[in-house]
């Protein structure tokens, strides 16, 4: 007696012997969704007679078979004997794709989720790949100073190769049209110090200290720190842009194949003119901020210019002038070397210089003030 089913894409018959599986029709992703309702059906009602280990499938009446329709296939017989029996009679091509689709679908059996990492893991993860993120910008900056101080001492051993033009134009645009800014914004925040000491001052009766107050901080701190920083913003920048434009522009390896050397071209002009600019727009701050000191004092505190420069003169000694003074340099090579540094670290693209031209100005705020804070210590360590 034979079993057969109303399928249309293969039967079970137990009347010949060995009982066969018959797969017949068009296997491919057209009739997918109908393969897979009749194998589901099948399922359900010959299961006790133990389809997944046939002794024999017929595949002769396949007449189309693709990979939706070897998925399907592997779905009815399993991956035991049945399916072994079906590869050994199925022409070459065909074995081929049955094949490579059951060890798909064995792989992807056998393999196990991902455990998804726990919040403190994730978040131990994310400060070790930003500790190492930032030891390899510090081997790149060491090596990079390196670089320019190497370049630096060679050239000044032969005159002849400095590029005035390219210094004389740098200064004239990180330092001359930074004055305006930086005097009117030392110049408030002089407002702002002598106006918030006066008020803390007037409840001892010591309003006349405001004068060494403003004095002290601008001489020693603040003329300094909000020039770096004004510098950070706008020249770190502008030195990572343009360059960064070059990088992308390939002028940088063109000058490489006229067999020039980017760091004398580039980035030396800039380190030279920041360290010319950055002392004299610092000494431009601390005037601009001193002046503000005064404005306030002979508005708020009846304190003349007369009397407020004579107690300028008595009470803040030369020292404090010098010790804001010679942080200036440092704070300028600092940025120009950054901002150089991410010029040439860009990779091509406008996304990559907008990128790197943030990563300079954060980079270099950080570090000034890490420098200045550290300066400060030490200065008070010795007394200074």
């Known amino acids: 007696m034979t079993q057969a089913s109303d399928f249309e894409f293969f039967s079970w018959n137990t009347h010949s012997a060995p009982n066969t599986l018959r797969l017949q029709g068009i296997w491919t992703l057209d009739n997918y969704t109908l393969l897979g309702r009749q194998i589901e059906h099948f399922h359900a009602e010959y299961a ?14 396949i007449t189309a078979l693709d990979t939706a329709g070897a998925s399907r296939i592997v779905e009815l017989l399993g991956a035991g004997e049945a ?25 992807a ?23 190492e993120r930032a030891w390899q910008q510090s081997a790149m900056l060491l090596g990079f100073m390196g670089l320019t101080l190497e370049a630096l001492v060679r050239n000044s051993v032969h005159p002849s190769r400095w590029r005035i033009t390219s210094v004389v134009a740098q ?27 006066a008020t803390v001052l007037a409840d ?9 107050l403003v004095a002290f901080s601008f001489l020693r701190e603040f003329a300094v720190l909000l020039t770096a920083i004004l510098m950070a913003g706008r020249t770190a920048s502008a030195f990572t842009a343009q360059l960064g434009s070059m990088k ?10 006229l067999g020039l050397n980017p760091i004398e071209v580039l980035v030396l002009p800039r380190i030279l003119a920041l ?19 005064v404005l306030v004092c002979a508005v708020a505190l009846d304190i003349t210019p007369t009397m407020f420069f004579s107690i300028f003169k ?65 200065f008070m360590e010795m007394g200074w």
């Open 48 to 61: 006790n007679l133990g389809v997944l280990s046939a002794d024999h499938v017929d595949a002769e009446g």
């Open 83 to 107: 399916l072994n029996g079906l590869l050994a009679t199925l022409p070459a091509e065909r074995g081929a794709l049955l094949q490579a689709v059951a060890a798909t679908k064995r792989d």
């Open 109 to 131: 059996g056998t393999k196990t989720p991902k455990a998804r990492p726990s919040l403190a893991t994730e978040l131990l993860g994310r400060i070790g790949l930003s500790m």
């Open 171 to 197: 200064i004239e645009d990180t330092g001359l049209n930074a004055v305006p800014i930086v005097a009117l914004l030392t110049f408030m925040v002089g407002a702002v110090i002598a106006f918030l000491g």
């Open 204 to 212: 001892f009766g010591a309003t006349v200290y405001t004068v060494n």
């Open 248 to 257: 992308a522009n390939e002028e940088i390896d063109a000058i490489r194949m």
């Open 275 to 293: 360290l010319v600019s950055m002392p004299l727009l610092t000494f431009v701050g601390m005037i601009s901020g001193i002046l503000g000191g």
């Open 314 to 378: 008595e009470g803040i000694e030369l020292r404090h002038f010098l010790l804001g003074m010679v942080k200036a340099p440092i704070f300028a090579y600092v940025i120009a070397l950054i901002g150089c540094l991410e010029g040439f670290k860009v990779s091509g693209s406008a996304q990559s210089v907008g990128e790197h031209t943030t990563s300079a100005v954060v980079q270099t705020i950080f570090i000034v003030i890490l420098l200045d804070a550290l300066a400060a210590l030490f």
